[in-house]
């Protein structure tokens, strides 16, 4: 079992920056791929970024491409998420993932979940 928390989420302006945490319970962690979901009101949740769990491959989101970049540092069980260039419609309750489907985009494809740190982008 591994319990996630999300840190660092917050208002800023847009074409302001953020960077969120997910920091992993377990060693385990060094174990799993780790993704970046969102949920925007009304919406389903979306795929954002995902991560392998050598570090050594990525995958985005179009939508994010350019301007997000997921790292992750596993001696100390944490997860990064680096949002620059942020546009009033990244504004979501962002949500990390553990799982074991490598470069996974689906939530089906995590077997854990954080519960939510939510961003918001002033226009």
């Known amino acids: 079992q591994v319990q996630l928390v999300e840190s660092g989420g917050g208002l800023v302006q847009a074409a302001g920056s953020l960077r969120l945490s997910c920091a992993a319970s377990?060693?385990?962690?060094?174990?799993?791929?780790m993704g970046w979901f969102r949920q925007a009101p009304g919406k389903e949740r979306e795929f954002v970024a995902t991560i392998t769990w050598s570090g050594t491959s990525t995958s985005y989101a179009d939508s994010v491409k350019g301007r997000f970049t997921i790292s992750r540092n596993n001696a100390k069980k944490t997860g990064y998420l680096q949002m620059n260039s942020l546009k009033p419609e990244d504004t979501a309750v962002y949500y990390c993932?553990?799982?074991?489907?490598?470069?996974?985009?689906?939530?089906?494809?995590?077997?854990?979940w954080g519960q939510g740190t939510q961003v918001t982008v002033s226009s």
């Open positions: 377990e060693r385990t962690f060094s174990t799993y791929d």
């Open positions: 993932a553990a799982g074991l489907t490598r470069n996974g985009r689906s939530r089906t494809e995590y077997n854990y």
